[in-house]
């Protein structure tokens, strides 16, 4: 059955600093992957979709790559700010069809200014 | 603008009530799911629909029930055999089940 790790559970940086999120899965037969924000109290916002047959995604400050054969993905963060500081979560496809993604519980990052 | 709208925001549920939790979309998109999450766990699958009329069990599906009349519309029934309910229920869609999820902005239900 996958599993999804995320590393470190919490995190503290000052703002400004670049930052890795680490995401890894114990099945690498996955279809794609999602990286997720969640704000205390609120849904989920998409932040990036990585299909299996893709390395990397990038928007803006943001930038996931994925490594299947090693079941991994990091979520970098360039010049860090306060308005990151968040929950964010990863989160797995399989090929089986009528399965769901599959989440991680998350990496919380607060950044101070 | 479209998007999933989740109601109520906050709900209280006495023992041995019944209640249901509205989760609706206007993005087009086949595919609905409900999650669970607690502190400090990640989400948890409870039902998935794929199309309408037609939904499967997830990892956590005992206590809950779901309906898929309507191709916008996925609403959960949390029943009185839910022991422990009090939680953050989150709902998603995407267009086929092999995209990216929408969620919407929760529900948190308290038993009081």
């Known amino acids: 059955k996958q599993e999804v790790t995320q590393i470190p559970a919490a995190l503290s940086v000052p703002e400004g600093e670049n930052l890795v999120l680490n995401c890894s899965f114990t099945?690498?037969?996955?279809?794609?992957l999602q990286w997720f924000r969640q704000d205390p109290g609120k849904g989920l916002t998409s932040l990036l979709l990585i299909q299996s047959s893709q390395r990397e995604q990038t928007s803006g400050r943001l930038n996931a790559s994925l490594d299947k054969s090693s079941g991994r993905s990091t979520l970098y963060i360039a010049a860090s700010q306060p308005g990151d500081s968040a929950t964010y979560l990863c989160?797995?496809?399989?090929?089986?069809?009528?399965?769901?993604?599959?989440f991680g519980k998350g990496t919380t990052l607060s950044v101070s200014s | 603008d479209g998007g999933i709208t989740q109601s109520p925001k906050y709900l209280f549920r006495k023992e041995g009530q019944n209640v249901t939790l509205s989760c609706e979309q206007n993005l087009n998109h086949d595919a609905m799911y409900w999650y669970r999450q607690d502190p400090g766990q990640g989400l948890r699958l409870i039902y998935y629909?794929?199309?309408?009329?037609?939904?499967q069990k997830g990892d956590i599906a005992e206590g809950y029930s779901v309906s898929r009349e309507k191709k916008e519309s996925f609403p959960l029934t949390v029943t009185s055999a839910q022991k422990n309910p009090t939680a953050f229920y989150l709902c998603?869609?995407?267009?086929?089940?092999?995209?990216?999820?929408?969620f919407g902005s929760g529900t948190r239900l308290t038993v009081v």
């Open positions: 629909s794929q199309i309408v009329n037609d939904f």
């Open positions: 998603a869609s995407s267009i086929s089940g092999w995209d990216g999820y929408t």
């Open positions: 099945d690498s037969a996955i279809y794609n």
């Open positions: 989160a797995v496809k399989g090929y089986q069809a009528g399965t769901a993604l599959i």
